[in-house]
């Protein structure tokens, strides 16, 4: 079954770090783009970052640019979210999402992604 599962969200202070992680299984991540996505309570969901198939070309939104940064790795075939200097802003449920789809800087966020991920809460709160 082709899928993708992230991990990696919990609660953390104010300036601190997490590392979150998006792991396909029945197909090879470096042949996709991914993307990662947000969505809080109340608000649309909207595109954080995104790695581009083949070339691994980044894209973040403004956002996040200095703070995030997105990564791949092949043998494991997971694309990573390292995630630092977050602030309550950055609450919200993120999601992986892979698509075929050869991204540009935009349109990585508007494309259409075949494959998502259930979800990973992650909170920032003192």
């Known amino acids: 079954q082709e899928q993708v599962v992230e991990s990696g969200g919990g609660l953390v202070q104010p300036g601190g770090s997490l590392r979150l992680s998006c792991t396909a299984s029945?197909?090879?991540?470096?042949?996709?783009?991914i993307g990662w996505f947000r969505q809080a309570p109340g608000k649309e969901r909207e595109g954080v970052s995104c790695i581009r198939r083949d070339d691994s070309s980044t894209y973040y939104a403004d956002s996040v640019k200095g703070r995030f940064t997105i990564s791949r790795d092949n043998a494991k075939n997971t694309v990573y979210l390292q995630m630092n200097s977050l602030k309550p802003e950055d609450t919200a449920v993120y999601y992986c999402?892979?698509?075929?789809?050869?991204?540009?800087?935009?349109?990585?966020?508007?494309?259409?992604?075949?494959?998502w991920g259930q979800g990973t809460q992650v909170t920032v709160s003192s």
């Open positions: 029945g197909f090879t991540l470096e042949h996709y783009s």
């Open positions: 999402a892979a698509t075929s789809t050869y991204v540009l800087a935009y349109n990585w966020a508007r494309v259409a992604y075949g494959y």
